[in-house]
């Protein structure tokens, strides 16, 4: 297996899941390591921050650095969330860990919760994830039998619960603010920032959000050492990343590459480049809320500033690859459908902007466009993007401007003049 | 007025301890009641309230905020299908269709019989193996109609094709 395999690494193994398997593969080994070696939480921010370990959830924001925000002197308790609530369209990375290998999550939690003085952690789990629910609730019990969770583990005085809540359909929930007035019982709606959840968060106490596939990767950095983890990636984006890659591909499905690696390799190399007889249309590299690139703009590194240099995004490292058959007045229509109806409706730019992108992206979808709507939709997807209380907005508008830039002529040939 | 049979009762106060302020269990708990009535409506949102002594107005305003949340009959096999991008393009338009025809139903509709209702969702995370739905709590991937077929005729072996 190559080097750089990390939190795939037994993806390979059904058994997994399995407590005593775990055990015997190596999970849990730097959290027993860090309770009997007394390692202090300082030295564990300080690894993940040497490590560079950026946040998978799309923004990319160092995780050491988040961790760092927290107090340490509040009498107030501090909560870990979890954000499993995958729901950015092309995205299936986040499934793929819960199910697979829920012990190096449970582990990656205990790891954070002992660094930032945690004794709650709450995994936000989107509604329609009944496998995962199941395999991790069993792993949660499971490793508190074996001592692994809950009180005094393994007679080193430290105590964590660790809890799934449940969604319950509404993607706007895996923004970070919108999660935690979801977690404690009201609409999804995103909070404005300042205050930052490191200070203000969960019921109103400090609290950490990391994605899962971010805190996935902290049981790797303690055992090979911040250093070793970033060289595996590029200078600010360490370690490994999911890809995942849907569409019209040879090889769909998801790898685990360096940070850094070229875009092209994925779809070509990895993924065995389109499929046989078709040829390239483009691809939306990093989720639908990735602005699209056409076949000669992939030559492009996968890390978080050079994909936004390019005028995209590495968001979720999920790429969809269109080929020739694909119609992109319809992925447009499907695309700004799904912010229309997911946006939370509380601010009015979001709320308007989101519905008319999309009344006009399917009335050309429906032969119905005329030219003058291409150019209503650049003038108001700018409208979307910093007037909001959160991205959704944003997330329509850059790539609602970057396919109608760029696939301009195929939508004036869907127009009757 | 509904009230909730006494095991989910038991199992509702249950998530209130997991919780610093009692109003956080309000999500699980409405699932366990969406599980018991079979959707939820006005009497069954109150019937929370009450449970969770909290106002029924948090309680609708979550029911009607999450999209999970159904406010009338579902069919006994509730099928999602996603009708995101990756799907689409991997032909989750004839998916839906096959479905509708076999099942003699739109979209956002429940058989007669109430054994079969179909609804568009969007990305469900498993975009590398679509056309996907759901069907209940099972996932089905890399669909195609005679999988569809397939899938019609093992939930209810009587059905008439149409
Ligand atoms: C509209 C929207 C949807 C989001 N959905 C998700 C999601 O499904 N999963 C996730 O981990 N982060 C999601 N995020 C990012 C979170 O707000 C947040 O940045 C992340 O959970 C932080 O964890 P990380 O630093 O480990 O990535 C979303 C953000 C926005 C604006
Ligand atoms: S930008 Fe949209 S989704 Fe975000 S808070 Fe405003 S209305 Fe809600
Ligand atoms: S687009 Fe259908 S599962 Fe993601």
Redesign the pocket.
């Known amino acids: 297996m190559p080097e750089h395999i990390l939190v795939t690494r037994n993806f390979q193994y059904p058994d997994q899941p399995e407590l005593k398997i775990a055990l015997s593969r190596g999970t849990y080994e730097q959290w027993k390591r860090i309770l009997s070696e007394k390692i202090s939480p300082e030295d564990i921010i300080n690894e993940v921050k040497t490590a560079k370990l950026r946040g998978q959830g799309g923004a990319g924001f160092p995780a050491g650095v988040k961790w760092g925000f927290v107090p340490q002197d509040t009498p107030k308790p501090k909560y870990l969330c979890v954000n499993a609530d995958e729901g950015e369209p092309g995205t299936f990375k986040d499934r793929a860990l819960l199910e697979k290998d829920p012990h190096q999550l449970l582990e990656g939690i205990a790891i954070t919760c002992f660094a930032v003085g945690i004794h709650t952690a709450y995994i936000y789990m989107r509604g329609e994830f009944y496998d995962p629910q199941r395999i991790v609730q069993k792993a949660i019990d499971d490793a508190k039998k074996e001592g692994l969770l809950g009180k005094d583990i393994q007679g080193s005085g430290f105590d964590l619960e660790v809890i799934i809540h449940m969604g319950a359909g509404a993607y706007?929930c895996g923004?970070e603010t919108?999660l935690l007035n979801s977690l404690e019982g009201k609409k999804g709606?995103?909070r404005l920032k300042p205050p930052f959840p490191a200070l203000v968060g969960a019921f109103g106490c400090p609290t950490v959000i990391n994605n899962v596939e971010t805190i996935s990767g902290v049981p790797h950095i303690m055992n090979m050492g911040g250093e070793a983890f970033q060289k595996i990636g590029t200078e600010n984006d360490g370690g490994t990343k999911l890809f995942g890659i849907s569409g019209h591909v040879q090889k769909p499905g998801l790898y685990e590459l360096p940070m850094g690696t070229p875009l092209k390799e994925l779809v070509f190399d990895v993924a065995g480049g389109v499929r046989d007889g078709h040829e390239l249309k483009a691809v939306i590299p990093g989720g639908s809320s990735t602005p699209i690139l056409k076949p000669d703009e992939l030559d492009i590194p996968l890390e978080f500033e050079a994909m936004m240099e390019a005028g995209t995004m590495l968001g979720s490292g999920a790429a969809i690859v269109l080929d020739e058959t694909v119609s992109i007045p319809e992925v447009f229509m499907v695309m700004s459908r799904f912010y229309a109806h997911?946006?939370?409706?509380?601010?009015t730019?979001?709320?308007e902007g989101?519905t008319w992108i999309y009344k006009i992206a399917r009335k050309i979808y429906e032969g119905n466009g005329v030219p003058a709507d291409l150019d209503l939709i650049l003038d108001l997807a700018p409208m979307?993007d910093g007037t909001?209380?959160?991205?959704?907005?944003a997330a329509l508008a850059a790539p609602a401007i970057a396919i109608v830039e760029k696939f301009r002529d195929e939508f004036l040939g869907m127009m009757k003049n | 007025m509904k009230t909730l049979s006494e095991p989910v009762r038991r199992e509702a106060l249950a998530y209130l301890e997991l919780y610093p302020k009692k109003e956080a269990a309000l999500l699980p708990i409405l699932h366990l009641a969406q599980k018991d009535f079979g959707f939820i409506d006005d009497e069954a949102e109150l019937a929370v309230a009450e449970l969770m002594e909290i106002s029924p107005v948090m309680v609708r305003a979550a029911s009607r905020f999450y999209f999970m949340y159904h406010h009338q009959p579902i069919g006994e096999f509730h099928m999602q299908v996603c009708q995101n991008i990756s799907c689409t393009i991997m032909g989750a338009e004839t998916i839906l269709d096959h479905l509708k025809n076999r099942l003699g139903i739109e979209a956002e509709q429940v058989t007669e019989d109430g054994k079969f209702s179909v609804e568009r969702v969007e990305c469900i995370a498993c975009c590398d193996r679509g056309p996907a739905m759901l069907v209940n709590e099972k996932l089905h991937t890399n669909l195609t109609p005679e999988i569809i077929d397939q899938i019609i005729g093992e939930l209810d072996p009587s059905r008439k094709i149409k």
């Open positions: 706007i923004e919108a709606w995103p997911e946006s939370c409706g509380q601010c730019p979001c709320r989101c979307l909001t209380v959160c991205p959704l907005g």
